[in-house]
C-alpha cells in the first residue's frame, strides 16, 4: 500500500540553524510534492511544490530538494526563526491516480525553534 | 477578500445524531475536498468534488455524506453511522483535477473541531 513517512513527529532546533525535514514514500510515484505549513488549530497553508524531473526549488529561506530515486524530498529552512515554529506537511501528488490516490499527506513534523 | 470558510469553528454532537459543516470559497475553484484530521496522522480525503453536481468518496467515506448543489458550496454532513467522529475536519478548494493548474495547490478553511459528547 501507498506510505508516506516525515522523518519524526516532532524536531527543535536553535533559533539562526538551518532545520531541515524529511519526507519518503513508497509505492506510489509522485508528479509532483508539495510542502504547507500548518499552525495549531488552524488548515495548512500551501509553501512549494517540485515536481518530479526538479531537483531543487528556492523561496526565499526555504529550499526543497526531490529525489525520486530515493523516494524522498528535504524541506529546509535557513536561518530559522522562532516565528518558523509550526507543523509542516509533506503532500504527494499524481493527477493520474485514481480517485483518492491522486493526493496523499504525510502526518507532519512539529518544528519549535528557541530563541 | 478571496478566500475559503467553514463554519462551525466548534461542534459538539450527541450520540445519535447527524450534524452539518459548512464549507464556502469564493476562489471560484472547481474542485472541492473534505479532510479528517486526527492526532499523529495525516490528512485522510472524505470525499471530494471536481464539479458541480458531482462527488466521490475518499478513503473514509463511511458515515459521511455531501452534495454539491452550487460551485462554492461543499457541506458534509456526519452521520450516526460514523462510530468515531470526534476529529478536526478541514475543507480545501483547489483547481479541478482534470486541468490542473501550474501548481494545483489545495486552498484550506480554517477548520471545524467536531466533538461527540
Known amino acids: 500500500s501507498q506510505k508516506i513517512e516525515q522523518n519524526s513527529e516532532a524536531l527543535n532546533i536553535q533559533e539562526g540553524k538551518t532545520a531541515t525535514l524529511t519526507c519518503n514514500y513508497t509505492n506510489y510515484s509522485p508528479a509532483y510534492l508539495q510542502w504547507y505549513r500548518q499552525d495549531p488549530g488552524r488548515g495548512p497553508v500551501f509553501l512549494l511544490l517540485?515536481?518530479?524531473?526538479?531537483k531543487e526549488k528556492r523561496k526565499e529561506r526555504l529550499k526543497v530538494t526531490f529525489d525520486t530515486t530515493l523516494k524522498q524530498s528535504l524541506f529546509h529552512i535557513t536561518a530559522s526563526q522562532p516565528a518558523d515554529s509550526a507543523t509542516y506537511l509533506c503532500?504527494?501528488?499524481?493527477?493520474?491516480?485514481?480517485?483518492?490516490?491522486?493526493?496523499?499527506f504525510g502526518s507532519g513534523t512539529r518544528l519549535s525553534i528557541r530563541p | 477578500d478571496g478566500g475559503i470558510t467553514q463554519s462551525p469553528k466548534y461542534l459538539f454532537r450527541k450520540e445519535g445524531q447527524n450534524v452539518t459543516l459548512s464549507c464556502e470559497q469564493n476562489l471560484n475553484h472547481d474542485a472541492m475536498y473534505w479532510y479528517r484530521q486526527d492526532p499523529g496522522q495525516g490528512l485522510r480525503l472524505i470525499y471530494y468534488?471536481?464539479?458541480?453536481?458531482?462527488?466521490q468518496k475518499g478513503d473514509i467515506a463511511e458515515g459521511y455524506s455531501v452534495s454539491r448543489e452550487k460551485k462554492e458550496s461543499f457541506p458534509l454532513t456526519v452521520t450516526s453511522a460514523q462510530k468515531n467522529p470526534t476529529a478536526f475536519y478541514l475543507c480545501?478548494?483547489?483547481?479541478?483535477?482534470?486541468?490542473?493548474?501550474?501548481?494545483?495547490?489545495?486552498?484550506f478553511g480554517p477548520g471545524t473541531r467536531l466533538t461527540v459528547l
Open positions: 480545501a478548494s483547489g483547481t479541478s483535477g482534470l486541468q490542473l493548474g501550474p501548481y494545483n495547490e489545495q486552498f
Open positions: 503532500a504527494l501528488v499524481n493527477p493520474g491516480y485514481s480517485s483518492a490516490s491522486k493526493i496523499i
Open positions: 517540485i515536481r518530479e524531473n526538479e
Open positions: 468534488s471536481q464539479i458541480v453536481n458531482d462527488f
